[in-house]
């Protein structure tokens, strides 16, 4: 079973930074992704990254402003977030699939982290 450990969010004012983090147990590397889930919402993409190749891809709504990147040394993904929005506010989830390649669906994805808090202060 992995595990996935997240650390990082917190309060922050609109135009600020966060950066997620992302601790995959064992030593097996995975194609990562960040979703995000506002209250009432689905849970939406937000960026992804690839395995072998380290490919990425993001949501139309945070390209530019935010950037996933991975450690495979320390088998943690990062999501840094600059330029927060409002409409950023929302609990971030770190996800981790069995085969590689870009994947936007929550369904495509096979673990799951707890969750973090994201509030961006307008």
């Known amino acids: 079973q992995v595990q996935l450990v997240e650390s990082g969010g917190g309060l922050v004012q609109a135009g600020g930074s966060l950066r997620l983090s992302c601790a995959a147990s064992?030593?097996?590397?995975?194609?990562m992704g960040w979703f995000r889930q506002a209250p009432g919402k689905e849970r939406e993409f937000v960026a992804t990254?690839?395995?072998?190749?380290?490919?990425?891809y993001y949501a139309d709504s945070v390209k530019g402003r935010f950037t996933i990147s991975r450690d495979n040394a320390r088998n943690t993904v990062y999501l840094q977030m600059n330029s927060l929005k409002p409409e950023d506010t929302a609990v971030y989830y770190c996800?981790?699939?069995?085969?590689?390649?870009?994947?936007?669906?929550?369904?495509?994805?096979?673990?799951w982290g707890q969750g973090s808090q994201v509030t961006v202060s307008s």
């Open positions: 990254i690839t395995r072998d190749d380290e490919s990425t």
């Open positions: 064992g030593r097996t590397l995975r194609p």
């Open positions: 996800a981790a699939r069995n085969d590689d390649g870009i994947r936007t669906s929550p369904r495509s994805y096979n673990y």
